[in-house]
Protein backbone atom coordinates (compact mmCIF):
# COMPACT_ATOMS: atom_id res chain seq x y z
CA UNK A 1 0.00 0.00 0.00
CA UNK A 2 1.41 3.27 -0.81
CA UNK A 3 0.02 6.91 0.10
CA UNK A 4 0.20 9.38 -3.08
CA UNK A 5 -2.28 12.34 -1.31
CA UNK A 6 -2.44 11.78 2.19
CA UNK A 7 1.05 13.44 2.93
CA UNK A 8 1.10 16.26 1.13
CA UNK A 9 -2.43 17.31 2.78
CA UNK A 10 -1.87 16.82 5.67
CA UNK A 11 1.84 18.63 5.88
CA UNK A 12 -0.02 21.09 4.74
CA UNK A 13 -2.36 21.56 7.27
CA UNK A 14 0.63 21.19 10.06
CA UNK A 15 2.14 24.26 8.46
CA UNK A 16 -0.91 25.97 8.38
CA UNK A 17 -1.34 25.63 12.06
CA UNK A 18 2.34 26.37 12.38
CA UNK A 19 1.73 29.91 10.84
CA UNK A 20 -1.57 30.42 12.94
CA UNK A 21 0.71 29.45 15.92
CA UNK A 22 3.51 31.78 15.51
CA UNK A 23 1.96 34.80 14.00
CA UNK A 24 1.81 36.77 17.12
CA UNK A 25 5.33 36.32 17.66
CA UNK A 26 6.51 37.14 13.75
CA UNK A 27 4.48 39.65 13.02
CA UNK A 28 6.96 42.23 11.36
CA UNK A 29 5.91 45.47 12.94
CA UNK A 30 5.53 45.37 16.85
CA UNK A 31 7.31 48.05 18.29
CA UNK A 32 9.35 47.60 21.17
CA UNK A 33 7.85 49.77 23.58
CA UNK A 34 4.36 50.45 22.55
CA UNK A 35 2.24 47.93 23.92
CA UNK A 36 1.56 44.50 22.38
CA UNK A 37 -0.93 44.85 19.07
CA UNK A 38 0.18 48.38 18.57
CA UNK A 39 0.63 48.35 14.52
CA UNK A 40 2.51 50.81 12.37
CA UNK A 41 1.28 52.25 8.69
CA UNK A 42 3.92 53.49 6.35
CA UNK A 43 3.12 55.91 3.32
CA UNK A 44 5.20 57.58 0.27
CA UNK A 45 4.16 59.87 -1.19
CA UNK A 46 4.15 59.96 -4.23
CA UNK A 47 3.46 55.83 -3.84
CA UNK A 48 7.09 54.36 -4.29
CA UNK A 49 6.31 50.00 -3.19
CA UNK A 50 10.45 50.03 -3.65
CA UNK A 51 10.67 52.79 -1.26
CA UNK A 52 8.08 50.95 1.07
CA UNK A 53 9.50 48.05 1.14
CA UNK A 54 13.18 49.49 2.03
CA UNK A 55 11.83 51.32 4.86
CA UNK A 56 9.66 48.75 6.37
CA UNK A 57 12.47 46.26 6.06
CA UNK A 58 15.22 48.99 8.02
CA UNK A 59 12.08 49.70 10.66
CA UNK A 60 12.03 46.13 11.62
CA UNK A 61 15.60 45.43 11.69
CA UNK A 62 16.00 48.07 13.53
CA UNK A 63 12.92 46.82 16.13
CA UNK A 64 14.64 43.49 16.44
CA UNK A 65 18.02 44.83 17.30
CA UNK A 66 16.39 46.95 19.82
CA UNK A 67 14.00 44.25 21.30
CA UNK A 68 17.41 41.96 21.65
CA UNK A 69 19.19 44.50 23.84
CA UNK A 70 16.52 45.11 25.47
CA UNK A 71 16.25 48.42 24.81
CA UNK A 72 12.78 50.58 25.03
CA UNK A 73 11.82 53.92 25.18
CA UNK A 74 8.60 55.82 25.23
CA UNK A 75 6.30 55.75 22.22
CA UNK A 76 6.78 59.58 21.23
CA UNK A 77 10.58 59.43 21.75
CA UNK A 78 10.61 56.10 19.92
CA UNK A 79 8.64 57.20 17.32
CA UNK A 80 10.83 60.12 16.82
CA UNK A 81 13.99 57.84 16.73
CA UNK A 82 12.69 56.68 13.97
CA UNK A 83 11.57 59.56 12.13
CA UNK A 84 15.09 59.98 12.11
CA UNK A 85 15.98 56.91 10.77
CA UNK A 86 13.73 56.81 8.02
CA UNK A 87 14.78 60.58 7.06
CA UNK A 88 18.95 59.04 6.95
CA UNK A 89 17.63 55.81 4.50
CA UNK A 90 15.72 58.72 2.48
CA UNK A 91 18.51 61.05 2.27
CA UNK A 92 20.91 57.71 1.47
CA UNK A 93 18.63 56.67 -1.44
CA UNK A 94 19.49 60.42 -3.09
CA UNK A 95 15.71 62.16 -1.93
CA UNK A 96 17.83 65.13 0.14
CA UNK A 97 14.88 67.21 0.24
CA UNK A 98 12.67 64.16 1.63
CA UNK A 99 10.66 64.37 4.84
CA UNK A 100 9.22 62.36 7.25
CA UNK A 101 6.52 62.77 10.01
CA UNK A 102 4.83 60.54 12.63
CA UNK A 103 0.87 60.35 14.30
CA UNK A 104 -0.05 57.98 16.55
CA UNK A 105 -3.78 57.52 17.35
CA UNK A 106 -4.53 54.88 19.90
CA UNK A 107 -2.56 51.76 18.76
CA UNK A 108 -1.75 52.75 15.52
CA UNK A 109 1.16 54.79 14.57
CA UNK A 110 1.22 55.97 11.36
CA UNK A 111 4.50 57.82 8.97
CA UNK A 112 4.28 59.93 6.09
CA UNK A 113 7.07 60.17 3.84
CA UNK A 114 6.79 63.02 1.57
CA UNK A 115 9.68 62.30 -0.86
CA UNK A 116 10.61 64.95 -3.17
CA UNK A 117 12.66 64.53 -6.39
CA UNK A 118 16.16 62.43 -6.46
CA UNK A 119 19.27 64.02 -6.83
CA UNK A 120 20.31 63.07 -10.19
CA UNK A 121 24.46 63.12 -10.82
CA UNK A 122 25.07 65.07 -13.89
CA UNK A 123 29.05 65.04 -13.31
CA UNK A 124 30.85 61.87 -12.30
CA UNK A 125 34.81 62.51 -12.40
CA UNK A 126 37.73 60.17 -11.44
CA UNK A 127 41.07 62.54 -10.45
CA UNK A 128 43.84 60.39 -10.35
CA UNK A 129 47.83 61.05 -9.71
CA UNK A 130 49.99 61.01 -13.08
CA UNK A 131 51.11 57.59 -13.80
CA UNK A 132 48.14 55.47 -12.49
CA UNK A 133 46.99 53.41 -14.60
CA UNK A 134 43.28 52.53 -14.70
CA UNK A 135 41.30 49.54 -16.73
CA UNK A 136 39.91 50.71 -19.97
CA UNK A 137 36.86 49.52 -18.43
CA UNK A 138 35.73 50.68 -14.85
CA UNK A 139 32.19 49.23 -14.27
CA UNK A 140 31.28 51.76 -11.22
CA UNK A 141 28.04 50.88 -9.24
CA UNK A 142 27.09 54.88 -9.14
CA UNK A 143 26.57 55.92 -13.00
CA UNK A 144 25.36 59.12 -14.53
CA UNK A 145 21.91 60.40 -14.87
CA UNK A 146 20.85 58.39 -12.19
CA UNK A 147 20.08 59.26 -8.23
CA UNK A 148 23.50 60.03 -6.01
CA UNK A 149 22.70 56.78 -3.80
CA UNK A 150 25.00 56.44 -0.96
CA UNK A 151 25.56 52.46 -1.46
CA UNK A 152 26.49 52.81 -5.00
CA UNK A 153 28.75 56.00 -4.09
CA UNK A 154 30.27 53.54 -1.43
CA UNK A 155 30.71 50.13 -3.74
CA UNK A 156 32.27 52.81 -6.26
CA UNK A 157 34.71 53.55 -4.37
CA UNK A 158 35.40 50.38 -3.77
CA UNK A 159 35.40 49.05 -6.82
CA UNK A 160 37.72 51.99 -7.93
CA UNK A 161 40.07 50.90 -4.99
CA UNK A 162 40.51 47.33 -6.25
CA UNK A 163 40.94 48.29 -10.00
CA UNK A 164 44.30 50.76 -8.62
CA UNK A 165 45.50 47.99 -6.68
CA UNK A 166 45.14 45.50 -9.41
CA UNK A 167 46.76 47.43 -12.02
CA UNK A 168 49.45 49.40 -9.85
CA UNK A 169 52.03 49.09 -7.61
CA UNK A 170 51.52 51.12 -4.75
CA UNK A 171 52.68 51.30 -1.31
CA UNK A 172 49.04 52.91 0.15
CA UNK A 173 46.03 53.19 -1.92
CA UNK A 174 43.65 55.89 -0.67
CA UNK A 175 40.03 56.77 -2.41
CA UNK A 176 38.08 59.61 -1.34
CA UNK A 177 34.79 61.36 -2.91
CA UNK A 178 32.99 64.64 -2.92
CA UNK A 179 29.65 64.82 -3.52
CA UNK A 180 28.27 68.58 -4.24
CA UNK A 181 23.96 68.38 -4.78
CA UNK A 182 22.31 71.54 -6.28
CA UNK A 183 19.33 71.78 -4.36
CA UNK A 184 17.77 74.05 -7.36
CA UNK A 185 17.96 71.74 -9.76
CA UNK A 186 18.35 68.71 -7.71
CA UNK A 187 21.39 67.55 -9.46
CA UNK A 188 24.41 66.03 -7.50
CA UNK A 189 28.34 66.23 -8.92
CA UNK A 190 30.45 63.72 -7.74
CA UNK A 191 34.41 63.29 -7.71
CA UNK A 192 36.46 60.39 -7.03
CA UNK A 193 40.18 61.11 -5.98
CA UNK A 194 42.96 58.57 -5.85
CA UNK A 195 45.73 60.34 -3.44
CA UNK A 196 49.43 59.67 -4.62
CA UNK A 197 51.37 57.52 -2.87
CA UNK A 198 54.90 55.78 -3.90
CA UNK A 199 55.43 52.90 -5.90
CA UNK A 200 56.34 49.41 -4.05
CA UNK A 201 57.65 46.31 -4.49
CA UNK A 202 57.26 43.32 -2.10
CA UNK A 203 60.49 42.63 0.46
CA UNK A 204 60.85 40.45 3.29
CA UNK A 205 58.17 38.28 4.11
CA UNK A 206 58.92 36.98 7.74
CA UNK A 207 56.96 35.22 10.18
CA UNK A 208 56.87 35.22 14.54
CA UNK A 209 55.31 32.11 16.09
CA UNK A 210 54.70 29.42 13.40
CA UNK A 211 55.72 26.69 15.53
CA UNK A 212 55.46 23.28 13.92
CA UNK A 213 54.69 24.80 10.50
CA UNK A 214 57.02 24.99 8.22
CA UNK A 215 58.64 28.88 6.93
CA UNK A 216 58.49 27.62 3.41
CA UNK A 217 54.78 26.33 3.37
CA UNK A 218 53.75 29.18 5.30
CA UNK A 219 55.03 31.19 2.79
CA UNK A 220 53.42 29.15 -0.06
CA UNK A 221 50.22 29.90 1.73
CA UNK A 222 50.15 33.90 1.64
CA UNK A 223 51.49 33.90 -2.24
CA UNK A 224 53.78 36.72 -1.51
CA UNK A 225 56.68 36.73 -3.46
CA UNK A 226 59.62 39.15 -3.00
CA UNK A 227 60.11 41.57 -5.86
CA UNK A 228 56.43 41.43 -6.50
CA UNK A 229 54.26 44.40 -7.02
CA UNK A 230 53.27 45.39 -3.46
CA UNK A 231 49.52 46.10 -2.86
CA UNK A 232 47.76 46.51 0.65
CA UNK A 233 44.80 43.89 -0.53
CA UNK A 234 47.63 40.84 -1.42
CA UNK A 235 48.57 41.30 2.30
CA UNK A 236 45.34 41.13 3.16
CA UNK A 237 44.89 37.94 1.15
CA UNK A 238 47.85 36.70 2.83
CA UNK A 239 46.31 37.12 6.55
CA UNK A 240 43.30 35.58 5.34
CA UNK A 241 44.94 32.63 3.77
CA UNK A 242 46.87 31.73 6.54
CA UNK A 243 43.70 31.93 8.71
CA UNK A 244 41.96 29.70 6.16
CA UNK A 245 44.59 27.23 6.31
CA UNK A 246 43.10 26.18 10.11
CA UNK A 247 46.71 25.71 11.43
CA UNK A 248 46.61 29.51 13.69
CA UNK A 249 43.84 30.87 15.83
CA UNK A 250 44.93 34.30 15.34
CA UNK A 251 46.84 36.27 12.44
CA UNK A 252 48.02 39.82 12.31
CA UNK A 253 50.24 41.57 9.81
CA UNK A 254 52.96 44.59 9.92
CA UNK A 255 53.81 46.49 6.93
CA UNK A 256 57.03 48.15 7.34
CA UNK A 257 57.78 51.66 6.23
CA UNK A 258 59.22 51.57 2.55
CA UNK A 259 63.10 51.48 2.24
CA UNK A 260 64.73 51.82 -1.58
CA UNK A 261 60.84 50.86 -3.34
CA UNK A 262 60.46 48.07 -1.20
CA UNK A 263 58.14 46.84 1.99
CA UNK A 264 58.75 44.30 4.50
CA UNK A 265 56.02 42.43 5.34
CA UNK A 266 55.71 40.39 9.15
CA UNK A 267 52.67 38.19 10.32
CA UNK A 268 52.80 37.67 14.03
CA UNK A 269 50.79 33.58 14.10
CA UNK A 270 49.44 32.34 16.87
CA UNK A 271 49.20 28.20 16.40
CA UNK A 272 46.07 26.23 16.93
CA UNK A 273 46.43 23.44 19.01
CA UNK A 274 47.36 20.71 16.40
CA UNK A 275 45.01 18.09 18.34
CA UNK A 276 41.12 18.03 18.35
CA UNK A 277 39.33 15.07 20.38
CA UNK A 278 35.87 14.70 19.37
CA UNK A 279 33.13 12.15 20.73
CA UNK A 280 29.15 11.24 19.98
CA UNK A 281 25.99 9.58 20.77
CA UNK A 282 22.53 9.03 19.67
CA UNK A 283 19.90 6.70 19.64
CA UNK A 284 16.95 5.44 17.79
CA UNK A 285 13.92 2.93 18.50
CA UNK A 286 14.42 1.08 15.19
CA UNK A 287 18.43 1.11 15.61
CA UNK A 288 19.09 1.14 19.53
CA UNK A 289 22.37 3.28 20.41
CA UNK A 290 25.36 4.91 18.85
CA UNK A 291 28.46 6.13 20.20
CA UNK A 292 31.44 7.55 18.09
CA UNK A 293 34.64 8.89 18.91
CA UNK A 294 37.32 10.89 16.49
CA UNK A 295 40.92 12.15 17.03
CA UNK A 296 42.59 14.82 14.66
CA UNK A 297 46.26 15.82 13.56
CA UNK A 298 45.73 19.10 11.80
CA UNK A 299 49.77 19.39 11.19
CA UNK A 300 51.33 16.12 10.74
CA UNK A 301 54.09 16.82 8.59
CA UNK A 302 54.23 20.18 9.23
CA UNK A 303 52.93 21.24 5.72
CA UNK A 304 48.99 21.08 7.04
CA UNK A 305 48.59 17.49 6.52
CA UNK A 306 45.33 15.99 8.24
CA UNK A 307 45.43 12.76 10.11
CA UNK A 308 42.04 11.75 11.30
CA UNK A 309 40.81 8.34 13.23
CA UNK A 310 37.47 7.55 14.21
CA UNK A 311 35.83 4.52 15.24
CA UNK A 312 31.62 4.08 15.65
CA UNK A 313 29.45 1.55 17.54
CA UNK A 314 25.76 0.37 17.41
CA UNK A 315 23.68 -2.58 17.16
CA UNK A 316 24.04 -2.61 13.72
CA UNK A 317 27.79 -1.14 12.57
CA UNK A 318 31.26 -1.17 13.83
CA UNK A 319 33.91 0.16 12.81
CA UNK A 320 37.34 2.25 12.54
CA UNK A 321 38.22 4.54 9.95
CA UNK A 322 40.83 7.02 8.83
CA UNK A 323 41.60 9.61 6.01
CA UNK A 324 44.78 11.42 5.43
CA UNK A 325 44.83 14.73 3.77
CA UNK A 326 47.65 16.51 1.71
CA UNK A 327 46.43 20.32 1.09
CA UNK A 328 47.46 22.44 -1.68
CA UNK A 329 48.32 18.59 -3.79
CA UNK A 330 50.13 20.43 -6.94
CA UNK A 331 48.07 23.25 -7.02
CA UNK A 332 46.72 25.39 -4.27
CA UNK A 333 43.04 24.85 -4.93
CA UNK A 334 43.35 21.01 -4.53
CA UNK A 335 43.90 18.09 -2.20
CA UNK A 336 44.41 14.32 -1.97
CA UNK A 337 42.68 12.21 1.06
CA UNK A 338 43.84 8.92 0.97
CA UNK A 339 41.67 6.58 3.45
CA UNK A 340 41.37 2.91 5.04
CA UNK A 341 38.43 1.59 6.69
CA UNK A 342 37.36 -1.94 8.62
CA UNK A 343 33.78 -2.47 9.15
CA UNK A 344 31.27 -4.86 10.82
CA UNK A 345 27.66 -4.67 9.50
CA UNK A 346 24.71 -7.06 11.08
CA UNK A 347 21.65 -6.06 9.44
CA UNK A 348 18.49 -7.18 9.14
CA UNK A 349 19.34 -7.75 5.44
CA UNK A 350 22.79 -9.22 5.63
CA UNK A 351 26.19 -9.22 7.49
CA UNK A 352 29.48 -8.21 6.38
CA UNK A 353 33.12 -7.16 6.94
CA UNK A 354 34.81 -4.82 4.76
CA UNK A 355 38.13 -3.55 4.38
CA UNK A 356 38.11 -0.42 1.71
CA UNK A 357 40.91 1.63 0.73
CA UNK A 358 40.49 4.73 -1.66
CA UNK A 359 42.35 7.70 -3.23
CA UNK A 360 40.60 11.01 -4.00
CA UNK A 361 42.17 14.38 -5.26
CA UNK A 362 39.70 17.06 -4.88
CA UNK A 363 40.01 20.89 -6.45
CA UNK A 364 38.16 23.56 -5.79
CA UNK A 365 36.52 25.41 -8.72
CA UNK A 366 34.74 28.36 -7.43
CA UNK A 367 33.71 29.54 -4.07
CA UNK A 368 31.10 27.07 -3.57
CA UNK A 369 31.59 24.58 -6.58
CA UNK A 370 33.92 21.55 -5.93
CA UNK A 371 34.76 18.45 -8.00
CA UNK A 372 36.53 14.94 -6.81
CA UNK A 373 38.21 12.04 -8.65
CA UNK A 374 39.39 8.75 -7.25
CA UNK A 375 39.98 5.53 -7.33
CA UNK A 376 39.47 2.77 -4.22
CA UNK A 377 38.91 -0.69 -3.22
CA UNK A 378 36.76 -2.85 -0.95
CA UNK A 379 37.24 -5.85 -0.06
CA UNK A 380 34.26 -7.86 1.87
CA UNK A 381 32.31 -11.05 2.56
CA UNK A 382 28.84 -11.39 3.08
CA UNK A 383 27.35 -13.81 5.63
CA UNK A 384 23.34 -14.17 7.09
CA UNK A 385 20.42 -12.43 5.56
CA UNK A 386 19.77 -13.18 1.81
CA UNK A 387 23.75 -13.09 1.24
CA UNK A 388 25.25 -15.98 -0.82
CA UNK A 389 28.53 -15.78 1.74
CA UNK A 390 30.51 -14.35 -1.21
CA UNK A 391 33.81 -12.65 -1.02
CA UNK A 392 34.04 -9.87 -3.32
CA UNK A 393 37.00 -7.31 -4.25
CA UNK A 394 35.47 -4.66 -5.59
CA UNK A 395 37.91 -1.22 -7.59
CA UNK A 396 35.75 1.90 -8.00
CA UNK A 397 36.12 5.07 -9.32
CA UNK A 398 34.38 7.75 -7.74
CA UNK A 399 33.52 10.67 -9.46
CA UNK A 400 31.57 13.73 -8.34
CA UNK A 401 30.86 17.68 -7.98
CA UNK A 402 29.53 19.19 -4.87
CA UNK A 403 27.72 22.97 -4.51
CA UNK A 404 27.07 24.29 -1.35
CA UNK A 405 26.76 27.82 -0.78
CA UNK A 406 24.70 26.86 3.32
CA UNK A 407 25.63 29.31 6.17
CA UNK A 408 26.31 26.55 8.33
CA UNK A 409 27.32 23.01 7.85
CA UNK A 410 25.48 21.86 11.43
CA UNK A 411 22.47 24.22 11.55
CA UNK A 412 22.11 25.81 7.91
CA UNK A 413 19.47 28.32 7.87
CA UNK A 414 20.09 29.74 4.32
CA UNK A 415 21.43 28.48 0.87
CA UNK A 416 21.56 25.13 -1.15
CA UNK A 417 23.72 22.08 -1.20
CA UNK A 418 23.91 19.50 -4.41
CA UNK A 419 25.83 16.75 -5.31
CA UNK A 420 25.99 14.83 -8.24
CA UNK A 421 27.95 11.28 -8.06
CA UNK A 422 28.98 8.44 -10.44
CA UNK A 423 30.61 5.61 -9.18
CA UNK A 424 31.83 2.38 -11.83
CA UNK A 425 32.65 -0.92 -9.96
CA UNK A 426 34.33 -4.05 -11.36
CA UNK A 427 34.69 -6.90 -9.22
CA UNK A 428 38.26 -7.81 -9.24
CA UNK A 429 37.77 -11.47 -8.33
CA UNK A 430 34.88 -11.92 -11.17
CA UNK A 431 35.85 -9.59 -13.90
CA UNK A 432 33.02 -10.07 -15.74
CA UNK A 433 31.01 -8.32 -13.00
CA UNK A 434 30.94 -4.24 -13.41
CA UNK A 435 27.87 -1.97 -12.80
CA UNK A 436 27.59 1.91 -12.20
CA UNK A 437 25.86 3.63 -9.26
CA UNK A 438 24.39 7.40 -10.14
CA UNK A 439 23.32 9.53 -7.08
CA UNK A 440 22.01 13.05 -7.03
CA UNK A 441 21.48 14.75 -3.15
CA UNK A 442 20.67 18.00 -2.83
CA UNK A 443 19.08 20.09 -0.13
CA UNK A 444 17.69 23.88 0.54
CA UNK A 445 16.57 26.60 3.62
CA UNK A 446 15.14 29.38 3.57
CA UNK A 447 14.64 32.06 6.59
CA UNK A 448 12.17 34.71 5.98
CA UNK A 449 13.18 38.15 7.18
CA UNK A 450 10.25 38.81 8.38
CA UNK A 451 10.23 36.44 11.08
CA UNK A 452 12.57 38.28 13.82
CA UNK A 453 16.10 37.24 13.80
CA UNK A 454 14.96 34.48 11.32
CA UNK A 455 14.19 32.31 13.66
CA UNK A 456 11.68 30.39 11.04
CA UNK A 457 13.27 28.39 8.59
CA UNK A 458 12.08 26.05 5.78
CA UNK A 459 14.48 23.01 4.63
CA UNK A 460 13.65 20.77 2.31
CA UNK A 461 15.53 17.62 0.65
CA UNK A 462 15.47 15.39 -2.05
CA UNK A 463 17.37 11.99 -3.15
CA UNK A 464 17.83 9.67 -5.41
CA UNK A 465 19.83 6.81 -7.32
CA UNK A 466 20.12 4.24 -9.42
CA UNK A 467 22.49 1.32 -9.96
CA UNK A 468 22.76 0.22 -14.17
CA UNK A 469 24.76 -2.77 -16.19
CA UNK A 470 23.60 -5.45 -13.87
CA UNK A 471 20.90 -7.78 -12.34
CA UNK A 472 19.93 -7.36 -8.59
CA UNK A 473 21.17 -10.28 -7.39
CA UNK A 474 24.76 -9.73 -9.00
CA UNK A 475 24.71 -5.97 -7.22
CA UNK A 476 26.52 -7.23 -3.31
CA UNK A 477 24.04 -6.43 -0.84
CA UNK A 478 26.13 -4.36 0.79
CA UNK A 479 26.06 -1.98 -2.22
CA UNK A 480 22.40 -2.03 -2.91
CA UNK A 481 20.00 0.68 -1.76
CA UNK A 482 17.88 1.16 1.35
CA UNK A 483 15.20 3.35 2.22
CA UNK A 484 13.99 3.72 5.57
CA UNK A 485 15.59 4.71 9.26
CA UNK A 486 16.43 7.96 10.84
CA UNK A 487 19.19 8.97 7.95
CA UNK A 488 16.38 7.99 5.50
CA UNK A 489 12.56 7.94 5.83
CA UNK A 490 11.99 8.28 9.69
CA UNK A 491 8.88 6.65 10.65
CA UNK A 492 9.83 3.47 9.55
CA UNK A 493 12.27 0.67 10.53
CA UNK A 494 15.98 0.90 9.44
CA UNK A 495 16.07 -0.85 5.80
CA UNK A 496 12.31 -1.78 5.34
CA UNK A 497 11.11 0.76 2.83
CA UNK A 498 13.01 -1.40 0.15
CA UNK A 499 12.12 -4.56 -1.82
CA UNK A 500 11.55 -7.37 1.17
CA UNK A 501 12.02 -11.43 0.62
CA UNK A 502 9.34 -12.29 3.52
CA UNK A 503 10.19 -10.03 5.93
CA UNK A 504 13.80 -9.43 5.02
CA UNK A 505 15.46 -6.12 3.20
CA UNK A 506 16.79 -7.38 0.37
CA UNK A 507 17.92 -3.91 -1.43
CA UNK A 508 17.00 -2.22 -4.74
CA UNK A 509 18.82 -1.24 -7.40
CA UNK A 510 17.13 2.37 -7.36
CA UNK A 511 15.91 4.78 -4.57
CA UNK A 512 13.96 8.52 -4.09
CA UNK A 513 13.87 10.38 -0.89
CA UNK A 514 12.36 13.91 0.12
CA UNK A 515 11.86 15.21 3.26
CA UNK A 516 10.10 18.62 4.15
CA UNK A 517 11.10 20.30 7.72
CA UNK A 518 9.96 24.06 9.36
CA UNK A 519 12.26 25.19 12.24
CA UNK A 520 11.64 26.99 14.51
CA UNK A 521 13.39 28.87 17.19
CA UNK A 522 11.41 29.75 20.01
CA UNK A 523 14.24 30.99 22.60
CA UNK A 524 18.12 31.01 22.63
CA UNK A 525 18.24 27.30 23.91
CA UNK A 526 14.99 25.88 22.37
CA UNK A 527 13.00 25.09 19.10
CA UNK A 528 10.37 22.54 17.78
CA UNK A 529 10.13 20.96 13.91
CA UNK A 530 7.16 19.63 12.36
CA UNK A 531 8.39 17.39 9.33
CA UNK A 532 7.59 15.15 6.30
CA UNK A 533 9.50 12.43 4.71
CA UNK A 534 8.84 9.97 2.47
CA UNK A 535 10.45 7.74 0.48
CA UNK A 536 11.36 3.74 -1.24
CA UNK A 537 13.76 1.76 -3.15
CA UNK A 538 12.51 -0.18 -5.70
CA UNK A 539 14.38 -3.89 -7.59
CA UNK A 540 14.25 -1.44 -10.98
CA UNK A 541 17.08 0.88 -11.88
CA UNK A 542 14.73 3.70 -12.13
CA UNK A 543 13.14 5.06 -9.19
CA UNK A 544 9.44 4.34 -8.32
CA UNK A 545 7.80 7.70 -7.25
CA UNK A 546 4.37 5.39 -6.86
CA UNK A 547 6.08 2.88 -4.11
CA UNK A 548 6.99 6.24 -1.95
CA UNK A 549 5.40 5.69 1.46
CA UNK A 550 5.15 8.97 3.40
CA UNK A 551 5.54 10.27 7.77
CA UNK A 552 5.09 13.01 9.41
CA UNK A 553 6.59 13.95 12.91
CA UNK A 554 7.60 16.51 15.40
CA UNK A 555 10.41 16.97 17.52
CA UNK A 556 12.37 19.51 19.74
CA UNK A 557 15.74 21.29 19.36
CA UNK A 558 18.41 22.02 22.18
CA UNK A 559 20.82 24.52 20.68
CA UNK A 560 24.54 24.01 22.09
CA UNK A 561 27.52 25.92 21.12
CA UNK A 562 28.43 24.06 18.37
CA UNK A 563 25.34 22.08 17.04
CA UNK A 564 21.35 21.52 17.96
CA UNK A 565 20.72 18.08 19.55
CA UNK A 566 17.44 16.75 18.17
CA UNK A 567 14.45 14.78 19.67
CA UNK A 568 12.60 13.10 16.99
CA UNK A 569 9.02 11.50 16.84
CA UNK A 570 7.62 10.64 13.24
CA UNK A 571 4.39 8.05 12.67
CA UNK A 572 4.28 6.60 9.31
CA UNK A 573 1.26 6.90 7.21
CA UNK A 574 0.81 3.65 5.38
CA UNK A 575 1.75 0.73 8.32
CA UNK A 576 2.33 -2.25 7.40
CA UNK A 577 1.27 -5.38 9.99
CA UNK A 578 4.34 -6.53 11.26
CA UNK A 579 6.47 -4.58 9.72
CA UNK A 580 6.16 -1.19 10.95
CA UNK A 581 6.01 0.52 14.48
CA UNK A 582 3.15 2.71 15.58
CA UNK A 583 6.01 5.79 15.56
CA UNK A 584 9.65 5.82 16.09
CA UNK A 585 11.58 8.00 17.78
CA UNK A 586 15.25 9.65 17.17
CA UNK A 587 17.87 11.34 19.13
CA UNK A 588 21.52 13.14 17.87
CA UNK A 589 22.91 15.66 17.40
CA UNK A 590 22.75 17.73 14.23
CA UNK A 591 19.61 18.65 12.29
CA UNK A 592 17.86 15.89 10.26
CA UNK A 593 19.30 17.29 7.50
Known sequence: MSIKTKAPVLYAVLLLAVFLSLAPLAYAFDIPGFSPGDAVKLVTVPPSPKLEKQLKDMLAENRAQNEEAGFRQPPPRRARAEEELIGRLMRAEGYYDATAQFAIDHRVVSYTVTTGAPFI????????????????????AQRKNKPL????????????????QKNNCLYDVSVSYDARINRDNHTARLTLTVKKSAKAKVGRVRFKGLGRVKEDYALQKTELQPGACFN??????????????????????????????KADVTFSLRPRPPHTITAGAGYSSDEGPNVSAGWEHRNLFGRGEKLDLGAQWSAILQGVNSSLTFPDFHRKDQSLTLTGDVSKTNSDAYDTRALTLGATVTRKLSDHLSASLGTGLKVSRETGGTASNDTVGLVFFPASLTYDS????????????????LKPFID????????????????????PRFVRHKRLTFAARAGLGSISGISLNAVPLDERFYAGGGGSVRGYPYQQLSPLKGSTPD??????????????????????????????AAVSSIPRTGEMRWAVGAGARYYTDFAPIRFDVAVPLARRTGIDHNYEFYISIGQAF
Do not use: C, M
Request: charged share 25%; glycine share 10%; hydrophobic share 35%.
Open 121 to 140: VTVLKIDTPKGVKLPRRLHL
Open 149 to 164: RAEDVQKSLDRLTEAV
Open 232 to 261: RAAVDQARLNLLQSNLFASVTDEVAPLKRG
Open 406 to 421: RNDLLDPKSGWTGTAG
Open 428 to 447: SFDTGTAFLKSTLTASGYYS
Open 507 to 536: GGRSYIETSFETRYRFTHDWGAVLFTDGGA
